[in-house]
């Protein structure tokens, strides 16, 4: 027993000591730190970009989010610096997914249920216009991919939440997320201008005013503003159609996360074998369970309404610190190749969807 003791400690003191594994903790701490510098970008033009959307709403902080990302991209090399790049990618899959859960507390089932089975028809008509219509279009027009996808997903529900959404189930590329939000606001303003005077026009009540610019008008914020220039009675309807229509986002992500697996399993596929089998346990994104479960808390009283202005708010910083650094990581010359042919894909739908809403209210009697 004795030797075997000695035998072990001479061991010990003439073996060299093994250098320790770096643990856990200090992984974590090393990614963490190297996701600072590039996330104090983010969140600086962030900032600035918010404060710009409240001054001009029509716009909003998101498009002033993804501007200023790739102007300052272009304008201070330092920002396209090897070091910010972790913080970027941080901020435009992270931050971007917890947007959509934060915007999920907006949302009342309950507001869902009064609006009833008169507006339904006419959203779900819309809905299928406007993303038939990119299909079709998309395909005539040459615009195809990932900004086919997403111009389409942003007209038929909501503008830039839409996008935010579809961006974070499918890993879009960023030149079609700028296609896209320019797309968006383009036609956001247009009809913030236009849909007042033309609803006046054909003498549509409050009604059928509000449930035109909820399921014809992309962006809340634009719904909100055309809505209530028209009336007060129009904008709370506006308002209830346009949140009722952001719900779609969870059929429609789903169905996107499933059709991107597929496409992603048959590609290693070669002859004689097949490809790897379908993730049925990403069907169903993190984020889009917590949007559910955001609206379910607000449905059953567990979100106060004093707190609905402050949440909107961060949802809304959220998407936009997501989009500055989209644009940070964005080229100018992967907008060049593109040309125009997005914004008249998105031209047509919006006219599409605007057309389509009153000539489904007409049949439905809700005009």
């Given amino acids: 027993m004795l030797h075997v003791e000695v035998r072990s400690l001479t061991h010990s003191r003439t073996s060299p000591a093994r ?3 770096p643990g856990r903790t200090a992984r974590l701490r090393a990614g963490v730190v190297g996701r600072v510098p590039g996330l104090v970008v983010v969140l600086v033009l962030a900032a600035g970009a918010v404060l710009l959307g409240r001054v001009v709403p029509v716009v909003g902080g998101p498009v002033f989010g993804i501007v200023l990302g790739v102007l ?9 610096a090897e070091r910010n790049r972790a913080g970027y990618d941080f901020a ?7 947007s959509i859960v934060v915007l999920g507390t907006g949302l009342s089932l309950q507001q869902v249920v009064r609006v009833g089975g008169g507006s339904l028809p006419v959203m779900l008509g819309t809905l299928g216009v406007a993303l038939g219509g ?18 389409g997903v942003g007209t038929a529900i909501c503008g830039a939440s839409a996008i935010a959404a579809a961006t974070a189930a499918i890993g879009a590329k960023r030149s079609s997320v700028a296609y896209a939000l320019a797309t968006i606001f383009t036609f956001n303003v247009v009809a913030v201008l236009a849909f007042p005077p033309i609803g006046h026009l054909l003498g549509l009540g409050p009604e059928a005013f509000g449930l035109w610019a909820g399921t014809a008008i992309n962006d809340t914020s634009s719904v909100v503003a055309a809505g209530y220039a028209y009336s007060s009675s129009a904008g709370d309807q506006a308002l209830v159609v346009k949140l009722t229509r952001s719900l779609m986002l969870v059929p429609i992500v789903i169905g996107l996360v499933i059709l991107k697996s597929r496409h992603d399993a048959r590609k290693p596929a070669t002859a004689g074998q097949s490809g790897p089998r379908l993730p049925w346990r990403r069907m169903v994104p993190l984020f889009l369970v917590g949007f559910i479960a955001a609206a379910g808390l607000r449905s059953a009283g567990f979100v106060p309404t004093a707190w609905q202005s402050g949440l909107a708010l961060t949802g ?3 998407i936009t610190a997501a989009l500055v650094a989209i644009g940070l990581s964005l080229r100018p010359s992967e907008l060049r190749q593109a040309g125009l042919r997005p914004l008249l894909l998105g031209a047509i ?4 969807v605007a057309l389509s809403s009153l000539g489904l209210q007409l049949l439905t009697g809700t005009l």
Avoid at 92 to 98: E, F, I, R, W
Avoid at 134 to 151: E, K, S
Avoid at 349 to 352: A, C, H, T, Y
Wanted: contains cysteine; glycine residues 10%.
């Fill in 19 to 21: 250098p320790a594994a």
């Fill in 72 to 80: 300052a991209g272009v304008l201070v090399p330092a920002f396209r």
């Fill in 92 to 98: 435009s899959k992270n931050l971007l997914q917890l």
């Fill in 134 to 151: 990119a299909w079709l279009f998309g395909r005539l027009l040459g615009v195809r991919g990932d900004t086919q996808t997403l111009i």
């Fill in 316 to 318: 809304t910083c959220l």
């Fill in 349 to 352: 739908l919006w006219i599409s």
